[in-house]
């Protein structure tokens, strides 16, 4: 029998889980008193909150039998957490975390929880960036909220709204990479069949891997705008675009051959890879634009440029085209309109 | 019929949402990208993160009729949050919301709640704090966690730990009074039959009203230790002991004192209103310790003396005397063991 959580008071399952938990050199005060305290050098403070719900965020047992670990759920609050301060062109400086557990949830699936969240700080680059404090509730349904601050030492923020015409798009980290890894564990493939490039995303989409070294380096470059591709990159460059008052023109060569990595696993599934690059969410890249003379910080590439926005035309556009057609008659993709 | 959340957009509802979002002074960026900016003029910030459960914390319907609604979720949600940074005796600046809705939720019942928050912000007297972000969830039950920051102006945090043998012990707020509230909800006394003193208490409940004005002028006043009692004075107070390694003697005559307002309804239930008063939780007062010669700031009541811990003692007493064999020859109380 597995020791479950209804088994513990709150205080003995604090007291598993506090030594689990990244204590970096931002705190000030870390858990068990009221609230926590948190360096805020430049006398401001980024703070952004994320929640992942059972059955709705992630299957704790997927079709192709993959079962989500704690370890999975804990390093992917993480890392889309320190995703929208990265976002920001900002550090991470503390994570405070709300869980929301059913009783018969196993203890070492909170234990695990607690070591993927430390884990992804850690190996993400965020190691200043402390679990400062948190709170434990009983629920019929697993509910994991992290609320993150982080520091923007000294820069301004980068922000959605700042595009200019002539700009150039860049992005840095996966794009589609998770979309594969989500198809597949909605398929019948099971892991042990995987290849390497289905493992590969099937990893990434379970553990993400945000390039948090690209938003303070984007900043530092003189980004005009940034931001976290959470929801896919039509979606996301769409925002962009409403919030500077633009229109994105993005490169078909470019994205054709982003794809070209995940045609293989694509294939495998009957799916599109160019549709899991334009429409994707959770790899957590950096959706960014510069100015057109800026030589691009490593790791960033050119996927477009930054237009006047027109009257009666698609905020977001392929080569010029609008999506349908060019996708229509590039890849033979005529199931999707924005 | 009315209006559901899944009848409407992400993008709808927030911005049904957003106007109604109290905007502090302490917001250098609100809510929009893909995190917020919030002032912290000392370096620090302070945070904390809390979460109510339907059917944990609130019950959408209580037993005598009464319907929880939005704007009491939402009043105790800040209210809440507000009590931690309270009790650090700092001011809150900001606040991010992520709520988890069934599809089913009432549009009007998120506006009620969006409502609710700004509400108690502002007549608690926490004005410079904003909400200044969020994330919205579907899932199969309402949760709504909110994380709050905070500034201690340049002051050193009061803690848990720093109660010292020959302190006196100090209340701000009220002790019991949501108790009552609650044992009321959860009776067969209707609300239309309640007295003023019943209607008191169960607004109190619904809609707590934390001292905010306590925390800060405890810290300034030289409080040697401060903590929120949400889970009840006996338990808190225990709590507080522990951290500062001393024991709380509390004196009986007070706290008899202090049931007394609450005697009517704890009879027309058959409860007991010094038992609410010692275990009762959410009223979100201020537990604290001043040294002796200190002059309590207004608001502050004494109700013991902070000792040293004995081996073999309970780490609470009450004049002196373990719970059990006080609170027997005191007022009948068989019930109850620390």
Redo the contacts between chains.
Sequence with gaps: MRLTVAQLSESELLARIFPRLHAGTST??GP??????????????????????Q???FRLRWPNGYATTGFDVGWKAAAQNL???N??G?EAT?M???L?LPGTTPVSWVEDLADGLSAAIVALGAGACSV????L?????L?V?V????S?EGRD?V???GARPGDQIAVCGNLGVSAAGWALQESTIVPDRYTPAAAHAAELFNRPWPPLVAGPAGARAGATA???ISDGLLRDAGRLAA?SGTGLDLDAGVLRELATALEDTAAALGADSLEWVLTGGEDHGILSTFPAATTLPAGFIRIGSVVSAEANQPAVTISGQNLRSVITGAVGWDHFAV
């Excluded at 400062?132 to 709170?135: I, L, R, V």
């Excluded at 509730?137 to 349904?141: D, I, L, R, T």
């Excluded at 609320?147 to 982080?150: H, K, L, N, Q, S």
């Design positions: 000030i005060l068990g008193d009221d609230a926590a305290i948190i360096a805020a050098p430049d006398g401001r403070t980024v703070i952004s909150i994320d929640t992942q719900v059955d709705q965020d995703s929208d301060i976002a920001m900002a503390a405070v975390v709300s929301t400062a404090g948190g709170d509730s009983a629920g019929s349904e509910v909220t609320a993150v601050t982080g923007l923020p922000l959605r709204s940034m931001m976290d919030a």
